[in-house]
């Protein structure tokens, strides 16, 4: 009994202590690195270990890898391991998409959207500036005369003063 009552605690002491995980992507490379060029950060990996693929199901793609998009601020000197403008104030949706993506914000009345839509090889298909007297007015863009592939779109919001931006990986169907 003493021997099944040690095994449980260790159990126990294991399981609790497996709680503590990071919730960011996370995986060893064989090297890679980030360069800021102009006001462009760029970043890459070599030797992920781990095999990388596309799976998708209905109207769902997702592609594994570690270089994800995350919201920053535009002036990291006050918000240096800060995510200022939570993900869940910015939506994009839906993605797959075959003719139209909408952005939904829920930022403060009196802000400001930006969007660029670019294509893999960096060229700007369509861009646009939109004030929000609200804060929560949704955006549509109209993408159906594009090809089938991927896109990034860049949004870029001000709110009281600052700017936030986020890119999200658009699939085309």
């Not at 594994?64 to 403008?85: E, K, Y």
């Not at 294509?119 to 594009?146: C, F, T, W």
Request: charged share 15%; net charge neutral.
């Amino acid at each position: 009994m003493k021997k099944y009552g040690f095994f449980c605690m260790v159990a126990v002491v294991a399981w609790h202590s497996s709680l503590a995980q990071d919730i960011g992507p996370s995986i060893i490379n064989s090297t890679g690195g980030s360069a800021t060029i102009g006001s462009n950060t760029y970043e890459w990996s070599i030797g992920e270990s781990v095999a990388i693929h596309t799976a998708t199901a209905g109207n769902t793609v997702v592609t594994h890898g570690v270089l994800q998009p995350i919201v920053v601020s535009d002036d990291t000197s006050q918000n240096i391991g800060n995510t200022p403008l939570a993900a869940a104030q910015i939506k994009v949706f839906p993605n797959p998409t075959e003719s139209s993506i909408y952005i939904q914000p829920t930022l403060l009345p009196n802000a400001a959207l930006s969007y660029t839509l670019y294509d893999l090889q960096g060229r700007v298909l369509q861009q646009e500036d939109k004030a929000l007297p609200r804060g929560n007015e949704k955006v549509s863009i109209n993408i159906g005369y594009l090809a089938a592939g991927g896109y990034v779109l860049r949004v870029i919001c001000t709110e009281n003063n600052r700017k936030y931006h986020n890119n999200f990986n658009i699939q085309k169907l």
